[in-house]
């Protein structure tokens, strides 16, 4: 490979690297935004760069997220520090944090916790735009748990993160919306080949991939104040199933909401307000 800007650029086309992965891998070695590397395309590198760069290439290939590679994801606008050991933040999830802001319209100080926070993704985009929101993030991950705090502090958000399994650090406590993005693929499911490099503890949950979303909203109801909200993202096919969960355990205004792709992608309910009755 020449070794030059131009060069890594024409390596990667010739290696099947996709162009969009390899500027932004360049753009994080050089710390340079990608529009520059058009207009320094002579740019030299030096063997330590090339052999970053060849690496890379070769992980990209074998399916490593790029997220990992550069060691960040932007989500709903911020840039949070990833790795192996929590799962990559979706576009799609984006779409769960704006439930939930929609859900504090009106009570601006709520409480509200993210289950399974990973990265501290959910959380932390809940507490930029809702500044005045009490949040809460729960990991069973020490590892995960470690690299969500780190972006609390580097993004100065302050939330309170705890160790734990699901509602298990949340004993006798209310809130008035919990959020989580659970494991929810299914077992064996083909599309866990191409996610083999993201840790399977954030993304199986059993023969039918329910495991997890049924234990939550099992116990959702004790750790909801009435008119509480339980907002969940799920797979593309498990709506049906996810607005059933909810229903059965006593939520009202049962409803799925779909992702940018016209999926359905998230379900959530809301528990009865004092004096309202149900059937
Ligand atoms: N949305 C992820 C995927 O299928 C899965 C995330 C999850 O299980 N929570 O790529």
Do not use: K, M
């Given at each position: 490979m020449t070794p030059t800007v131009a060069g890594a650029l024409a390596e990667a086309r010739r290696r099947g690297v996709d162009r969009l992965d390899v500027q932004l891998l360049l753009s994080a070695l050089l710390g340079r935004p990608r529009a520059w590397l058009i207009a320094h395309d002579d740019t030299p590198l030096d063997a330590a760069q090339v052999a970053r760069l060849q690496a890379a290439f070769d992980a990209r290939l074998d399916g490593v997220p790029l997220a990992?590679?550069?060691?960040?994801?932007?989500?709903?606008?911020?840039?949070?520090?990833?790795?192996?050991?929590?799962?990559?933040?979706?576009?799609?999830?984006?779409?769960?944090?704006?439930?939930?802001?929609?859900?504090?319209?009106?009570?601006?100080d709520a409480a509200v916790a993210d289950l399974g926070t990973g990265s501290g993704a959910i959380a932390l985009a809940i507490k930029a735009t809702c500044p005045a929101a009490r949040v809460?993030?729960?990991?069973?991950?020490?590892?995960?748990?470690?690299?969500?705090?780190?972006?609390?502090?580097?993004?100065?958000?302050?939330?309170?993160?705890?160790?734990?399994?699901?509602?298990?650090?949340?004993?006798?406590?209310?809130?008035?919306?919990?959020?989580?993005?659970?494991?929810?693929?299914?077992?064996?499911?083909?599309?866990?080949?191409?996610?083999?490099?993201?840790?399977a503890s954030a993304l199986v949950a059993g023969a039918d991939g329910l495991d997890d979303l049924r234990d939550i909203v099992a116990t959702a109801p004790a750790h909801l104040r009435p008119g509480g909200w339980l907002l969940l993202e799920h797979g593309h096919d498990q709506g049906a199933a996810t607005r059933g969960l909810l229903a059965a355990a006593g939520f009202v205004c049962v409803c799925t909401r779909p992702d940018l792709a016209g999926l359905d992608r998230c379900s959530g309910g809301q528990m009865p307000e004092l004096g309202v009755e149900t059937a």
């Open positions: 990992y590679l550069t060691g960040e994801q932007v989500f709903c606008g911020l840039t949070l520090a990833v790795g192996p050991g929590v799962l990559v933040p979706r576009p799609e999830t984006e779409g769960l944090v704006e439930w939930v802001r929609s859900c504090l319209h009106d009570r601006a809460t993030a729960v990991e069973r991950s020490p590892q995960a748990l470690a690299i969500a705090r780190d972006n609390g502090r580097r993004l100065q958000l302050d939330v309170d993160w705890r160790h734990g399994d699901w509602w298990q650090p949340l004993v006798g406590q209310q809130f008035d919306v919990v959020v989580a993005n659970p494991p929810y693929v299914a077992d064996g499911d083909p599309h866990l080949v191409a996610l083999h490099h993201e840790p």
